[in-house]
């Protein structure tokens, strides 16, 4: 089933320095890449985009600024790169001098605010792994500091950036991003709501709801976020993608999912892992005692309207009433 209309997939661009770690992060977030693999890497040399909107939920593109991008060179259609629903992703190298980095932010956000006011600004302090706990502290004050500052002399304050300390080396690269794309989805309420009911008549303890492709999670239930549950979940969705794509694949679809995948795996400390898809791109993950697990039927029934809710959150059925109508037409 098709959940989300392609117009209404959020657009994320990707910016910053050459070596700020851009493609790095793109590989290891939607491509499976692992970390050490990046140090070989080859930068690029221009602005490259990349649409992965067939295979995620998230309608992703990155711009690589390789030294001096001139934003009013007519070649740069910044009206096309800067428009529509979305964000864009600023990454800074931590572990660099970031002085033209911030220079270069400033740059960018302002030309873009004035093509499209509603675009959203993350600013990711990346490869903060090779800093100290005090460091970082003191290196996200920073850099937060001289670019309000800098919007401020600019009189532009009204334009809010918010920061994030990443790196792609554990699981903040993808906490990261999935607070960036839950900014950008406007159901994101009846979703939080749909998953404290979910979870509250099933006895589980938490669930997220996951992009299955990039591991971001789009939505999770109320309380409090703890990174281990998150890495759990995001193990799960890995375990059961490479048995999928060993004994599940469908030819013709590059999805390994279908609408009846589910998995369980019992942990040995009496926990379970539940997991069941919810569309192409996305699959629900549970976490729950082992004793809730005893009344099973009701949490899969449970999971059946829970989908169904989900369906009619995001219109499913104009979506392919349009396309039936489309292919009926002579
Ligand atoms: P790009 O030019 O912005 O696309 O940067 P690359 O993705 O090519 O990354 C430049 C270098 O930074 C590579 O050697 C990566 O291995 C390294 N790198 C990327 N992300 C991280 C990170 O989170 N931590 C560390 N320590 N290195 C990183």
Redesign the pocket.
């Given at each position: 089933s098709l959940i989300f209309a392609p117009d209404q997939k959020p657009k994320i661009l990707l910016m910053?320095?050459?070596?700020?770690?851009?493609?790095?992060?793109q590989?290891v977030v939607f491509h499976k890449m692992t970390?050490n693999e990046?140090?070989f890497?080859?930068?690029?040399n221009k602005i490259e985009s990349e649409n992965i909107s067939n295979s995620s939920f998230v309608q992703f593109k990155i711009l690589?600024f390789p030294g001096q991008i001139d934003f009013f060179e007519p070649s740069f259609d910044s009206e096309k790169i800067f428009g529509g629903h979305g964000a864009l992703v600023f990454?800074i190298?931590a572990?660099d001098d970031y002085m033209e980095a911030l220079n270069r932010l400033h740059q960018t956000v302002l030309r873009a605010h004035k093509v499209n006011p509603n675009l959203r600004f993350e600013v990711f302090i990346?490869?903060?792994?090779?800093l100290s706990d005090d460091t970082k502290i003191e290196t996200q004050r920073d850099i937060h500091q001289r670019a309000n500052d800098e919007l401020v002399d600019a009189g532009m304050e009204q334009i809010h950036l918010s920061f994030y300390l990443?790196?792609?080396?554990d699981h903040s690269?993808f906490e990261a991003f999935s607070k960036v794309v839950q900014k950008l989805i406007p159901q994101l309420p009846t979703l939080e709501n749909l998953l404290n009911l979910f979870i509250s008549n099933s006895g589980i303890e938490k669930a997220f709801l996951f992009d299955v492709l990039s591991k971001i999670y789009i939505a999770t239930d109320s309380s409090a976020v703890d990174m281990q549950s998150y890495e759990l979940c995001c193990e799960m969705i890995d375990v059961v993608i490479d048995i999928s794509d060993i004994y599940g694949k469908d030819e013709g679809t590059q999805v390994p999912f279908d609408k009846d995948s589910s998995s369980i795996i019992k942990l040995n400390n009496a926990t379970v892992l539940y997991l069941r898809e919810v569309s192409r791109y996305l699959a629900l993950v549970c976490i729950l005692r082992e004793e809730s697990f005893d009344k099973q039927g009701l949490i899969d029934y449970n999971f059946l309207c829970f989908r169904k809710a989900i369906q009619e959150v995001f219109d499913v059925r104009k979506v392919q009433l349009q396309q039936q109508l489309t292919t009926s037409l002579p």
């Open positions: 910053g320095l050459r070596r700020s770690g851009k493609s790095s992060i590989k970390p990046t140090l890497l080859e930068s690029t690589d990454v190298d572990q990346h490869k903060v792994d090779g990443t790196s792609i080396y690269i």
